[in-house]
């Protein structure tokens, strides 16, 4: 690292001490309840989709879902002139209670010195060095999102490129809490969900239509915030016609939501990074969260000269949580013949 770049990073490492009340960010410490919020707000603005999902703070580690949509109706009536009584009705979940549990994930990034001194000259230094780690953070929860499917005590990135083992993302929780939102075949049970002139469907038009029609529950399949997100390998570039600027740079970027002009099924057709290749999901953006715990965003910075490299260990507990089942409705497995 050149001289001038180590000065212009000690002076960040200096205020970053400062803000966050310790004396060294060389010892790892906790994030102060204000800077992680904003960092949280930070990662959501620079990855598009976390801004069109929740990104909650919860206070335990452990407690019951929030419950964040209307999951039920509230209308009614009732005769007080004798026994009866009126009941408050909560209409925050309609399924049953549940309970999210926020583990630790470790985002950890090292950034090497030749790159800082890219950098040294730029008056945004500090902004470049954060944009890179909590960019990444944004992305790699998006994938978790889509292809967690345990929790391992030590993950491997070789064997799980898509981090399947760092936590239970929202797809793996429609699988194992909620299979009758699930399908995975069509009436043949040949453990594919056929589209074409011979399959299970003539295609994904009547698909769409028919899962919405049987999974969602009456109160939210009409809803206007409905949309279907769909695999990469369903509809081909030519037929995916974006409404998003082309000549807007940040939608081409990794973590945009991309938005077609058509609609499949009646619904907004939409996709999004990492999604799974061969499948659909049915609900609303707002119904999927990820829950952060409160006071558990943790940092160390430190120089590693043998590895000519500066290294941010940072680690959040959170959790993947789908606030309502009965808004979603999930099948995979899908091919076209014919």
Known sequence: MRNDTRLRFNAAMTQLATLNGVSSVTEKFTVSPTIAQKIEGQIQKKVQFLGMINVEEVIDQTAEVLGLGMGSTIAGRTDTSGSGERTAI????????????????????????????????????????????????????????????????????????????????????????????????????????????????????????????????????????????????????????????????????????????????????????????????????DNLSIYWQKGTRRRHIIDEPKKDQIANYESVNEDYVVEEYEKVAFAENIEFID
Not at 139 to 158: E, H, K, P, Q, V
Not at 196 to 223: C, M, S
Not at 250 to 255: D, I, Q, S, Y
Request: net charge neutral.
């Open 90 to 285: 909560d209409p925050s979940n309609i399924s049953r209670k549940r309970d999210y549990f926020c583990r630790q994930t470790n985002f950890d990034t090292a950034i090497r010195y030749n790159r800082l001194d890219m950098w040294a000259h730029k008056p945004n230094f500090y902004p470049l060095f954060k944009d890179q780690i909590q960019t990444q953070q944004g992305l790699d929860r998006i994938m978790i999102g889509w292809n967690g499917t345990s929790a391992a005590a030590t993950t491997n990135r070789s064997t799980n490129p898509l981090l399947q083992d760092v936590n239970i993302g929202w797809l793996q929780k429609i699988r194992t809490d909620a299979p009758a939102q699930h399908m995975t075949e069509g009436a043949e049970g040949t453990g594919k969900i056929t589209v074409g002139a011979t399959g299970d469907y003539k295609n994904l038009d009547a698909l769409v239509q028919n899962i919405a029609d049987e999974y969602i529950h009456p109160i939210f399949r009409d809803g206007t915030d409905l949309v279907v997100i769909v695999g990469r390998n369903l509809l081909n570039e030519k037929n995916f016609r974006i409404t998003n600027n082309a000549d807007d740079n940040e939608n081409v970027l990794a973590g945009q939501v991309l938005v077609s002009q058509i609609q499949i099924g009646g619904l907004k057709a939409i996709r999004v990074p990492y999604f799974a290749e061969n499948a659909i999901l049915i609900t609303s953006l």
